[in-house]
C-alpha cells in the first residue's frame, strides 16, 4: 500500500521538466492532486462510500480555491450546487456464491472469482438457478443491418448462453464489422443487453485475453465488486438475472462434454451460417443472496462563466471514482488506489479549471465535471446525458480524460477509438502547433471507444472525444511506450498496484495538459461548432438541433 510522500519528489521532478513551449499548467500540482486522490485515505473512491464524500469535498474545495463558480443542480433560490446528484441501486453479493456445473453426469464445483466471475445480480434480492441448460450462441450478434443473426431463432427462456467476447473479425482481421476495430456489438455490455432482450436467465462471456484486452485479474476485480445501475423503472428490461464472466478452460470443457470443438465452433461463429448449440448432458447452477439498496452518487460541476456566449458551453470531463475496497492481491493490498485510472485524469481537469480561472475570462462558458461510476458502467455521464443540466444542443463539445501524463513526454497523442468528428479534427490541428501528430487508437480491437465517459455523449449526438497521452515517447520511442501500456494493463491496470509513483516523468502531464488547455481554449473562443462527419451514426441524433446553433 502506498503512503503520501509529498512535496519533495514532486519538486525534484517539476525542477527537471523543461518543454519547448511555455507551460498552461502548474505540474506540481497535477502531481500533488494525483498523490492525494489515489492515497489510502481515499480508500479507492468508490461511489457511495466513505471513499466518496472525502473525494467529492476535495473537489469542491479545489474548485472553489481555483475561481470556478458551482454548476450543478439547481437549488429552490436559483442558485447552484457543486454537485449533480446521480441516483443509483447498487447489489452487492450477501454471503457465498453457490456455482456448480454439471457435465457428463458429474458434477464440479466452481470458485467465485477463479473460475467464474458472476455479477451481484440487477433483479431481485437472490439469485437461484438450478441445472439450466446451457447453450453456445457465438458472439450472441443481432444486427440486421449487416445481415447477421447469431440466434436464428433459438428460444433462450429458461437457458445460460456462452457467448464469445469481441466481434466476429476480431480474429481474422477483415469481414462485415469493420476488421480489427471493435463495434458495439464486441462490448460486453452489448452482450448483457442482448441476453435481457432475449429473454435468457443470462449469458456468460467466454474470457480469452486478446479479444477482451485485459487478463483475467481485470475481469474478477472488476465483476466480483459491488455492481452499481441508474434506477430504472423495469430492471429486467436492461438486465438479465444472471451476467458474469467464465474462464476459457471452463468454457472449453463445457463444450468438450457434449462432444463439442471449441476452436472449431469459434471459426463458425466467424461466417453468418454459425447457429446456436445447446451442450447436451450440460447444466448450470447457481445460487447467492444480493443486498441491493438505492444510493445518491454525486458528478462535481464547476464552471468558468463564457463573456460573450455564456449559454454555450464547452464540457471537460474526468471520472473521479475507481473500484474502492476489494479483494486482495497477491501481497494482501485490498485498496484498488486507481492512480493513473484515474486520478490523473481527475487532477488535470483541476488543474485546467485553475488554468482557465486565472487567464482572461473565455467568450463561452467552460464547465469542469468530474463524474462518477464510470467504472461501474459510464453511469455518471449516462446521467448526466440522460438529464443535462443544460442544453445538450448548445453544448459546444466534450474534451473527456482518462489516465494522462507519467509516460513522460510523447511526440504523438491519441483518443479512445478514432471519432468521425470534427472535434478530433480540432486537436489534432492544436497537437500540431505543439509539434505533436495524431497516433489512431492503438488498439482499436478493445473497443475504447465504448469505454470512456465521451460514449454517452456521443449517442446523444454531442461531438465527444476522450484524450490519451501518445505512445512516441521521446526517450524510448514507440517501443518503450508499447512496453510501458502493456506492463500496465498486465500488471496495474484495475488492480490494487495502481498506485500513485514518484518516479514519473512530469513532462507527459505538463505536455498532455497544455495541448487540452490550448484545444479548449480554441474551442471557448471562437464560433467553430464540431459536428459529427457524413456517415457518423450520431450525426442524425445531432442535426435534429441544429437550428439552436448559431
Do not use: C
Request: without cysteine.
Amino acid at each position: 500500500m502506498q503512503k503520501l510522500l509529498l512535496s519533495a519528489a514532486v519538486s525534484v521532478l517539476v525542477a527537471t521538466s523543461a518543454l519547448a513551449a511555455p507551460s498552461a499548467v502548474d505540474v506540481g500540482r497535477i502531481m500533488t492532486d494525483t498523490q492525494v486522490l489515489s492515497s489510502d485515505a481515499y480508500e479507492g473512491r468508490a461511489p457511495a462510500s466513505e471513499g466518496e464524500k472525502k473525494t467529492v469535498a476535495y473537489l469542491i474545495e479545489q474548485m472553489k480555491a481555483a475561481g470556478l463558480q458551482p454548476a450543478g443542480d439547481k437549488q429552490t433560490d436559483g442558485s447552484r450546487a457543486w454537485t449533480q446528484d446521480v441516483p443509483l441501486v447498487r447489489s452487492a453479493t450477501k454471503g457465498p456464491v453457490a456455482v456448480s456445473v454439471t457435465m457428463g453426469g458429474e458434477t464440479r464445483t466452481w470458485t467465485q472469482g477463479e473460475e467464474i466471475a458472476i455479477r451481484a445480480t440487477m433483479i431481485g434480492e437472490r439469485l437461484t438457478v438450478k441445472d439450466a441448460p446451457v447453450v453456445f450462441v457465438g458472439y450472441g450478434v443481432s444486427a440486421p443491418e449487416r445481415k447477421w443473426d447469431d440466434f436464428k431463432g433459438m428460444d433462450l427462456k429458461g437457458k445460460v448462453a456462452l457467448v464469445l467476447v469481441n466481434d466476429p473479425d476480431f480474429e481474422t482481421g477483415e469481414g462485415d464489422f469493420g476488421g480489427k476495430a471493435m463495434t458495439y456489438y464486441g462490448r460486453w455490455t452489448y452482450k448483457f443487453e442482448e441476453a435481457a432482450r432475449r429473454g435468457a436467465i443470462g449469458f456468460l462471456v467466454i474470457h480469452e485475453t486478446a479479444p477482451a484486452s485485459y487478463g483475467w485479474a481485470t475481469v474478477k476485480n472488476s465483476n466480483t465488486n459491488e455492481i452499481f445501475d441508474v434506477i430504472r423503472k423495469d430492471p429486467s428490461t436492461d438486465h438479465a438475472p444472471l451476467e458474469g464472466w467464465v474462464q476459457r478452460d471452463q468454457a472449453v470443457a463445457m463444450l468438450a462434454a457434449a462432444g463439442l470443438d471449441f476452436e472449431a465452433l469459434k471459426k463458425q461463429a466467424q461466417t453468418r451460417a454459425f447457429k446456436p448449440v445447446e451442450l447436451k448432458g450440460v447444466t448450470f447452477s447457481t445460487d447467492y443472496a444480493v443486498d441491493a439498496q438505492k444510493v445518491v452518487s454525486k458528478n462535481v460541476v464547476g464552471a468558468l462563466p463564457g463573456s460573450k456566449h455564456p449559454e454555450e458551453r464547452v464540457f471537460y470531463t474526468a471520472h473521479w471514482d475507481h473500484l474502492g475496497v476489494g479483494q486482495p492481491d497477491a501481497k494482501g493490498d485490498t485498496i484498488y488506489n486507481g492512480a493513473l485510472d484515474n486520478a490523473s485524469g481527475t487532477a488535470m481537469l483541476l488543474e485546467l479549471g485553475r488554468a482557465f480561472a486565472k487567464g482572461p475570462k473565455p467568450q463561452r462558458t467552460v464547465v469542469f465535471m468530474a463524474v462518477t461510476a464510470e467504472e461501474k458502467g459510464l453511469l455518471g455521464s449516462e446521467y448526466y446525458a440522460s438529464s443535462p443540466l443544460y442544453p445538450l444542443a448548445t453544448t459546444v463539445g466534450v474534451i473527456n480524460m482518462d489516465g494522462v501524463g507519467p509516460s513522460g513526454l510523447a511526440k504523438d497523442f491519441t483518443t479512445s477509438g478514432n471519432a468521425p468528428l470534427t472535434l478530433q479534427d480540432e486537436l489534432i490541428a492544436v497537437g500540431k502547433t505543439h509539434d505533436r501528430y495524431y497516433s489512431p487508437d492503438p488498439r482499436p480491437e478493445a473497443g475504447s471507444f465504448f469505454r470512456s465517459d465521451h460514449f454517452p455523449f456521443a449517442k446523444v449526438g454531442v461531438p465527444a472525444i476522450s484524450f490519451g497521452g501518445g505512445q512516441d515517447l521521446v526517450q524510448g520511442g514507440k517501443a518503450a511506450g508499447m512496453a510501458r501500456r502493456t506492463a500496465y494493463t498486465a500488471n496495474q491496470y484495475h488492480q490494487p498496484a495502481d498506485e500513485f509513483d514518484p518516479n514519473w516523468d512530469p513532462k507527459g502531464f505538463e505536455a498532455d495538459g497544455t495541448l487540452l488547455f490550448d484545444l479548449g481554449q480554441k474551442l471557448a473562443n471562437s464560433r467553430v461548432w464540431p459536428e459529427w462527419k457524413v456517415g457518423a451514426e450520431f450525426k442524425a441524433e445531432r442535426d435534429k438541433t441544429k437550428a439552436q446553433r448559431k
